[in-house]
């Protein structure tokens, strides 16, 4: 294993999870609840559908409902499931001149593996290398702001 590091995110289904570093942007996980709400993401043909199209792309929800032929009601339910989960994230907003916001959505990881392993689930994601950049930042920003005493310090990963 290259670089293996264990460190605790605090965002989506990686919260609680102790992951190990395996490569710039591969994890091992296995802390059981992760892996379920993995497992549980991946076991619905919607959320595959929005996760696959997203990966790439961003998309806003008119984008994926559109595209993959899913009812717009379970799109916005399954997405803001998949983003509570940690599995999706809010690339970015756009608000054009009607004033009307939109947020525009993205697969956080571009390869994801469940398994059975020893009695055990466990996980192998890659992270989405556009994704990772742009949650590195807000990392690094964080921690500047609890260096200024402007962050609580259980608002930081572990």
Known sequence: MTGV???RFTDGILRQ???ERLSKHEYAITAPDSTAAMM???SDEFSRRILGC???KGRTIGEIYVEQGIPPST???RIKRLVESGVMVVERMIVPPTGKKYAVYRSTFSRLYVGWENGQLAARVTVNPE???KLENAWL???RKKSEGKVSPGALPK
Request: net charge positive.
């Open 5 to 7: 590091v264990a460190r």
């Open 17 to 19: 999870a102790t992951v």
């Open 40 to 42: 549980e993401a991946l």
């Open 54 to 56: 997203a990966i790439k």
């Open 75 to 77: 799109c916005y339910k």
């Open 131 to 133: 994704v990772a950049e």
């Open 141 to 143: 920003a964080m921690l």
